[in-house]
Structures are given as structure tokens and as C-alpha cells.
């Protein structure tokens, strides 16, 4: 607040300073134009144009009555000679430019034996007579009293501001430091808060002015809260289903150890490199929602990209799995659907797709692989002909470590968590649901089409798919 107040007082002493000036000049100025028109009423034309000056001595000496200021005068014609007046005063050299309207008066600034000079000047003639005849009459005078007028108004304004600005000084350190005592005192709750204390801050004595600023932090607080107990669930659920494949590891590494058998060592070995290879699917299912769920830094590399190429890629490389589990794995071709995405995410949800149909259609099934579009969606479709799930199972399978009971299926139950969160990262919209032609089930993510903006501004689907998903077509979810 300081740092404003004195830069704007040298400016209002500026300013002050200016008209101060322009308000001591006017009354001035105005007494040089009466003595202008006085010594005009002294000089006659006669009827051949001859000029007739006659300044009594009365005239005179009312100009030179000024006690402050030194006045100068004189008449003189268009040629510059002097007919009256002081020799001092001196004809201005560009007078022969300057307006010379006749019976008008003007002002010039001029300067004698060093002093500045306010001059005023007009002509006088008769109209008939030509311009040549016409003569000049000037009366100039020194600035002392307009000076000390401008220092007078200038006193008065500036001189209060010596005890106004103090003042207000005192008023705005006042009143601000008692206006930001609440926010103080506020500070203070929060940095006595314990490391671990995420309940909302209490709103009671809060100016109104900080109500939403301590309800935008209560929210943050809340979803910091939601953030933890979902990291703490996790990473139980984790530990969880860590623990058992390695106490079977450990277990079939001890009876490997005592094995003599060649026939019996081998097959515990086998079932200790298969051991192995659930930890690691569970290992780099884990990873992969950790990596999902950076969303921060994966929402700056959604780029446009062919949702039914990437598709085609993934079916390609689950083919020869497919074929071991006698599964017939088809993919039906789609017209260009251009959706914002991350490739590696999207290969990611693609690949964890078609591994669950994989995993719950028998041996003879059939999975098929498509992408639709309708209007201003995507949809990425994965049906199969499998074991299927029940409306109560389809609310569910989206949630961590969560897996169908009864279908003898491995898995670490994160494939489908996983499908959420890259989802969710795209603004689409996941769900998986009984098959509705015939047994198995349908698993769905709809993405918002992609639309390049046009110079028309056509931007609207592009901009509500990057806001998030409108609702889409009957039928879609």
C-alpha cells in the first residue's frame, strides 16, 4: 500500500503544479488584455489613413503602477518601427507568421534584460484601410505575481497532504493489520495442526471474505483423505495377494529341496516356475495401475490416434495365445475412428481385455474384437462367448482384487481395475455386461470422437471429449 501512495504524490504534486499554473495565469492574462484594449482605444485613423496616437500621461502611469511586476508596452507598425512605447520590448521574429486578425488579441511569451515576459498583442485598423497600415500594439509583463499565486495554490494543496498521507498511512496499517487478523489466525490453526490431522478446518468466526477459501481447502482435505484410505486399501489388497504366491513359493521350494524323485523334483519345479509366473503377472498388473493411475502426466500425452488400429495391433499379438487355448480370437475392421489417447495406456486396456475374455471363454469358445462408431462416440468392443457374469457380478468386477466365485480361473483380479483407471484417464466410460444375444459377456469403453477443429469453429465434440464423456447412445452402456 506504501509503495503506490509515493508514487502517486509526486505525480498529484505534478499535476497540482500544472494547473496551479493554468488557474494563476487567467486573471493575469485577462488584465493584460484590458490594458491591450485600453492603449487600442488611444490611436485614431483619419481618412487617409494616417494613425493618431495620444497616450496621456494618466495611461502611463496606470501601466506602470504595478508595485511587483515591471510592465513593458509599446505601438509599432507592420515594418517593426516603434511609434510609442518601450524601446525594451522587442518585436517577435516571427511576427509576420503569427494570426493577426484585426481587433483579436493573442499571447506570445517573449523575455527582456533577462526576465520572461507574458505578452499580449493585437492589431488595430481600420477595416478599409489595407493590412500594411495596420498597426501593433504589445504590453508585456514580468511573472512574479503569477508565480507567487501558482506557489500560494500549490501550498494550500500540497501542504495538507504532509498530514493527510501520514495519516491515511497509519489508518491503512490499521485497518489491515486488524482486517487480517482472522487470516492469522487461521495460519496459525493450520500450522498447529498435527502432520496427520486431515479433518476440515471449523468455519466458525471465518469472515465471509474466507468462507470459500476454507471450504475449497476442506474439499481438498476430503479428497486427500479418499486418496489415502484408497492407498491404504491398496496397498493391504496388495500385501494380501503378494503374501500367497510366495508362501507357495517358499512351500514348493521346501519340497523340491526334499525331493529324490528326478520325475517328482521336475514337476515341482514346474509348479514353482508357474508359481512364478502368476507373482510376476501380479507384479506388472500393479505396476501398470500405478502407472494408470499418474494421470497428471499421462493427460499430457493424449494425442490423437486411430482407436481401430491400435486395436488391430493388440489383436495380432494375442493371436498365438489364443490359438494355444483353442480360441478363436476375430476382429472385425472399422471405418477411421480418431479418438485423444495415450497409446501405450490404450494398448494397456486393450491387451488386459482380451486377456479376461481369454481367461473366462472354455476351450472352442470364440472372442471378438471391434471398434463402433455412432455419431460423436467410439466404442471399443470385446465380446465372447464364455462362462459370463450375472448384473450384481458386472457392478463389481471393476473394483481392486475383486473376482468371480465359482469359474476356476487364475488371475490377481486388477485386470479389469486396470481398465477403470486408463478409462478414466480418457474421459470414456467402461463397463462390461452379460452378453446379451447368447451366453458370455460384452465388454464396452466409450470413448468421444475426435473432431479436428475446422476454421468454421466446429470444436464442440472435440472439446466436451477432453471435458469428459457426454451421455451416450441408448444401448452403449
Not at 19 to 30: G, I, L, M, R
Not at 180 to 189: A, F, V
Not at 236 to 260: C, F, I, N, V, W
Not at 433 to 452: D, H, K, L, M, T
Request: proline share 5%; hydrophobic share 45%; glycine share 6%.
Amino acid at each position: 500500500m506504501l509503495a503506490p501512495l509515493l508514487f502517486v504524490w509526486p505525480l498529484s504534486i505534478a499535476v497540482t503544479h500544472y494547473f496551479a499554473s493554468s488557474v494563476a495565469t487567467y486573471p493575469y492574462d485577462q488584465a493584460l488584455r484590458e490594458n491591450v484594449n485600453a492603449l487600442a482605444r488611444q490611436i485614431r485613423f483619419d481618412k487617409s489613413g494616417r494613425s493618431q496616437i495620444a497616450l496621456p500621461a494618466s495611461a502611463r502611469a496606470m501601466l506602470r503602477a504595478d508595485e511587483i511586476d515591471h510592465v513593458y508596452f509599446h505601438v509599432v507598425n507592420r515594418k517593426g518601427v516603434k511609434l510609442a512605447g518601450d524601446s525594451e520590448l522587442r518585436v517577435a521574429e516571427d511576427m509576420a507568421y503569427q494570426p493577426d486578425e484585426l481587433g483579436e488579441i493573442y499571447f506570445r511569451e517573449a523575455e527582456v534584460n533577462g526576465q520572461d515576459l507574458r505578452v499580449a498583442y493585437a492589431y488595430v485598423g481600420d477595416p478599409s484601410l489595407p493590412r500594411e497600415k495596420w498597426l501593433l500594439v504589445e504590453v508585456g509583463e514580468t511573472l512574479e505575481k503569477r508565480s507567487q499565486l501558482s506557489n500560494k495554490i500549490i501550498a494550500s494543496v500540497i501542504l495538507p497532504q504532509f498530514v493527510i498521507i501520514p495519516l491515511a498511512v497509519v489508518l491503512v496499517w490499521f485497518g489491515l493489520s486488524q482486517g487480517l487478523q482472522p487470516l492469522t489466525r487461521l495460519r496459525e490453526r493450520i500450522e498447529a495442526r498435527a502432520e496427520n490431522d486431515l479433518s476440515p478446518i471449523r468455519t466458525r468466526r471465518v469472515p465471509e471474505e474466507l468462507q470459500p477459501l476454507i471450504d475449497a481447502f476442506n474439499g481438498m482435505l476430503e479428497r486427500m483423505r479418499a486418496n489415502l484410505a484408497a492407498q491404504h486399501r491398496f496397498i493391504a489388497d496388495a500385501a494380501h495377494q503378494m503374501r500367497t504366491p510366495l508362501t507357495g513359493l517358499k512351500t514348493q521350494a521346501q519340497l523340491a529341496m526334499r525331493e529324490s524323485d528326478p520325475e517328482q523334483l521336475k514337476n515341482s519345479l514346474r509348479q514353482i516356475a508357474t508359481s512364478v509366473d502368476r507373482a510376476a503377472h501380479l507384479v506388472n498388473q500393479l505396476l501398470t495401475l500405478a502407472r494408470a493411475e499418474a494421470s497428471e502426466q499421462a493427460q499430457q500425452a493424449l494425442v490423437p490416434l486411430d482407436l481401430d488400429s491400435v486395436l488391430r495391433q493388440q489383436v495380432e499379438e494375442w493371436v498365438v495365445r489364443a490359438l494355444d487355448r483353442r480360441i478363436d480370437l476375430g476382429y472385425e475392421p472399422a471405418p477411421p475412428s480418431e479418438i485423444l489417447g495415450n497409446a501405450l495406456l490404450l494398448r494397456e486396456l486393450i491387451s488386459n481385455l482380451i486377456d479376461n475374455a481369454l481367461r473366462y471363454t472354455p476351450e472352442g469358445g470364440r472372442v471378438t474384437c471391434r471398434v463402433v462408431v455412432q455419431g460423436d462416440f467410439v466404442t471399443l468392443e470385446i465380446e465372447d462367448n464364455g462362462i459370463g457374469l450375472s448384473e450384481e457380478q458386472a457392478a463389481m468386477v471393476f473394483e481392486r482384487f475383486y473376482r468371480v466365485d465359482g469359474t476356476g480361473v487364475d488371475g490377481s483380479g486388477l485386470g479389469l481395475a486396470i481398465v477403470r483407471e486408463i478409462a478414466e484417464l480418457h474421459r470414456a466410460d467402461a463397463s462390461l455386461r452379460p452378453n446379451p444375444a447368447e451366453r458370455g459377456a460384452i465388454a464396452r469403453v466409450v470413448f468421444s470422437r475426435y473432431q479436428p477443429m475446422s476454421a468454421d469453429g466446429a470444436f464442440d465434440a472435440q472439446v466436451e471429449g477432453e471435458l469428459g464423456v457426454r451421455n451416450p447412445p441408448a444401448g452403449f452402456v
